[in-house]
DNA sequence: CGTAGTGTTGAATTGAATCAAGTGTCGTGG
DNA sequence: CCACGACACTTGATTCAATTCAACACTACG
């Protein structure tokens, strides 16, 4: 189901931002008109530039929600950017157990495990109805050598998803429950803010057991975690619904 | 102190395997006669392209062990090839303990957390004596843009460098502390194997307490798993030297 | 020779996992 | 339209793996 119908159910936490602006799902059919064009791969591409990159992109059509993108193993072929609705990328170990790598919001680009290796490391779903812009590597590589300011975007792209990784990295190694449910909560909320949505009141799209494979907890755990951080008045959650009523609070947790 | 005068304790745990063959410091003055050309950035150019890339190389005088290659938060200028010796990279946290990020060895390539942010994310030390290779990255970017096969190469390094940290996100997210070793061990085996060195009798080359900070481990349960693992006849540990001596049964740690 | 850094091992403690029971919600099909 | 079953979530009790605290051994080096 999409936020909207969960905001329906009349027990919400508040007034209608979690209703309000959807990310288009049809809206844009070329970056040049994509309202996430800003953060998505066009940044710091000129007109002429962003033309030619739309018409490498292909506009599939929208993934209903649990729909894979592509899966663990097949041979890699383009990178994706999110155009509207949310995924989960995940692995699957040895002993059957899933475990999520990444979850990926609006103008973020996904499938980069692919690229030196070929062939998908991990799979990837959608969390809700989603619409995706793929862009077919090969032929961004091509583009790129034509394009120096594409070629240094996706370079940054890249640099910037390795950074990340090495904050969870960081993350994962040295925090406690509590702490890695703060700053994944803090992660959304700037990233929804990016995507012009609301920063203290979203709507979850992945289930407690997800956000668990993803910060390396049970999803006992994190259930618990997000109640005792409503105890502490840090944060108001309904099911699905977060809204964050403490920021200064949320952040000190991360260590002062 | 380096891996010779470790062995020339007489208290080593054998042959003369750990002294052999330290990876060349002066040697490779070129890309075209380094015998890492076939690890490092070089793979798949051509020899043209190779000298190219060679005449935008510095190599810089050898880093003592504890020397910093760069710091956290300096301007971002080049990326870094692994000439000989090792080196950490390492974020302090707010709290002000620190927390490794990775390890780096022969041939690998180092510093890519700051292509994005224009900003390295994390410091870089030397754990021995050693030497590098430096890329200034705008001139990597303009040679990229004139050598198709030195863009490509350098997407796949990148790519390769990301699913390296989604694989340690998935093991730190769910691996116990044994499992965790037996994976950093099994990891140094076959990057010691790609440089020509033994894949089961090494010299460890950081603290107990750096592989603790790397895999998100107290130093503590770092060498309580190293003695577990020795007790059980897989490995052989004296102080920093490493004998794998059941690669099967370290294997089989991991999952079945 | 003494000191600082590194490593080992033991005992006590603890944070999160596991096990378990129960509630709430949604979608489906009778 | 309601009942049913599947899933998602919460909360409590217990267990356990790893941390913390502590003492001590080894090595390297000024």
Redesign the interface.
């Known amino acids: 189901m999409t936020y909207q119908s969960a905001d329906a159910s009349g027990k919400s936490l508040g007034t209608d931002v979690l209703r309000a602006r959807p990310c288009p799902h049809n809206a844009a059919a070329s970056c040049s008109n994509c309202r996430l064009s800003d953060l998505c791969l066009p940044i710091a591409l000129n007109k002429s530039e962003i033309q030619q990159l739309d018409n490498i992109i292909e506009r599939n059509r929208p993934l209903g929600k649990g729909e894979h993108l592509y899966r663990q193993r097949d041979e890699f072929r383009s990178v994706y950017a999110v155009r509207s609705g949310s995924f989960k990328s995940y ?1 699957l ?3 059957g ?1 899933s ?1 999520v ?2 979850f990926y919001m609006p103008g973020e680009i996904l499938g ?6 070929r062939s998908h ?2 799979s990837t779903m959608a969390l809700e109805h989603a619409s995706i812009c793929e862009i077919p590597f090969s032929q961004l ?2 583009l ?2 034509q394009l ?1 300011n594409l ?2 975007r ?10 990340k ?6 993350l ?3 925090y406690t429950a509590e702490q890695r449910l703060a700053s994944f909560l803090l992660s959304l909320s700037t990233r929804y803010a990016r995507c012009q949505r609301s920063p203290d009141r979203f709507l979850l799209q992945m289930t407690r057991g997800d956000i668990g ?4 907890l049970t999803l006992e755990t994190v259930s618990r975690g997000f109640s005792s951080l409503q105890k502490k008045a840090i944060i108001s959650v309904k099911s699905r619904e977060i809204a964050i009523t403490d920021m200064t609070a949320l952040k000190a947790i ?3």
Not at 156 to 161: K, L, R, V, Y
Not at 213 to 216: F, I, M, P, T
């Open positions: 692995t170990t040895s002993d157990k475990r790598t990444g980069m495990d692919g690229i030196g290796t490391g991990v590589e091509r790129s050598h120096p070629q240094s996706f370079f940054a792209i890249m640099g910037n998803e390795i950074v990784d090495q904050q969870i990295h960081t994962l190694s040295s494979e993803y910060l390396g991360l260590g002062d």
